[in-house]
């Protein structure tokens, strides 16, 4: 195939007539400016300062919650464990005993059970559900929100899981379990 004569100025596509020039690259402001970096406290030190009155609308219940920023910094509990996060925000899974006017009784993965004051009760018409919530010091659990699992879920699978975590937290979350004595 040709184009043409073979000289460069024939060629289909178009050729450099100036060596083009560019422009320094601009650095961004952050650089520019440097800022000190802050140390960030954490969800449950921020949560710590502040009431215990938590009673958002129904409507809001399934927003996330301004507490914690992700699953991974709310630990995963079973009955056996509780005592040590009294207090604290955590993530229960259990099966749905019962449910009252503004309560849901929960088996837990190690076969407790736990009360959980809920925000809206349609979400607990299923077999298995996570909460989120804090552990209150009356052994109850504070809704902060609530996932709904499918009815074939393995809760003494879900509970082995707990354990190994606890005894191998390297190989798991270790923030998870770093609180927990013992660790």
């Known amino acids: 195939m040709s184009f043409g004569n073979n000289s460069r100025n024939s060629f289909p596509f178009p050729q ?4 083009q020039q560019r422009p320094p690259p601009q650095i961004p402001f952050q650089q ?3 800022q000190p970096k802050q140390q ?6 921020n949560y710590a300062k502040q009431e215990t009155n938590y009673n958002p609308s129904p409507a809001l219940s399934r927003q996330p919650s301004r507490l914690y920023t992700s699953q991974e910094t ?6 056996a464990t509780m005592n040590t996060y009294l207090g604290s925000t955590v993530r229960v899974v259990g099966r749905v005993l019962e449910v009252e006017s503004g309560t849901a009784k929960l088996q ?4 407790g059970e736990l009360v959980i004051k809920i925000i809206n009760p349609q979400y607990y018409q299923c077999k298995f559900v996570e909460v989120t919530g804090r552990l209150n010091r009356d052994n109850t659990l504070q809704e902060y929100t609530a996932i709904q ?14 354990e190994i975590s606890r005894k191998f937290p390297s190989i798991f979350h ?6 927990i004595k013992g660790f």
Request: hydrophobic content about 20%.
């Open 74 to 79: 709310v630990p995963p509990i079973s009955y």
């Open 108 to 111: 837990m993965c190690d076969g």
């Open 40 to 45: 960030m406290k954490t969800d449950s030190e």
């Open 16 to 19: 450099k007539t100036q060596q």
């Open 32 to 34: 520019q400016n440097p």
């Open 149 to 162: 699992f499918n009815d074939d879920f393995d809760l003494d699978v879900y509970n082995n899981e707990l």
């Open 174 to 179: 270790e923030s998870d379990t770093k609180d």
